[in-house]
């Protein structure tokens, strides 16, 4: 069956960085494209980052964009997001997921909390 895993979340100062992985299986994964989206408490899911199947990262929001990369190992089922100056605002558990089939798929999240 389909399974995504983030990992890499934590605790951060501002300014600091963190690369999010997420590791999948069960589907055919250079096949699709993959997101990162972010939950902060209190406000809706927000997408991050799409990463096309071969590897072009775009939908970037504004209030990430020059900061986080997203990007993928298709040897490795594995994609990830780079985030660096991290800000305070940037705290959320993070997800990925992706449209396989017709149906969504996500990630259990990791959490990422940016704070001195």
């Known amino acids: 069956q389909v399974q995504l895993v983030e990992s890499g979340g934590g605790l951060v100062q501002p300014g600091g960085s963190l690369r999010l992985s997420c590791a999948a299986s069960?589907?055919?994964?250079?096949?699709?494209?993959m997101k990162w989206y972010r939950q902060a408490p209190g406000k809706e899911r927000e997408l991050v980052a799409t990463?096309?199947?071969?590897?072009?990262?775009?939908n970037y929001p504004a209030s990430v964009k020059g900061r986080f990369t997203g990007s993928r190992d298709n040897t490795k089922s594995t994609v990830y997001l780079q985030m660096n100056s991290l800000k305070p605002e940037d705290t959320a558990v993070y997800y990925c997921?992706?449209?396989?089939?017709?149906?969504?798929?996500w990630g259990q999240g990791t959490q990422v909390t940016v704070s001195s």
């Open positions: 997921n992706s449209a396989i089939w017709g149906r969504q798929y």
């Open positions: 069960g589907f055919t994964f250079s096949s699709y494209a």
């Open positions: 990463i096309t199947s071969n590897g072009v990262a775009i």
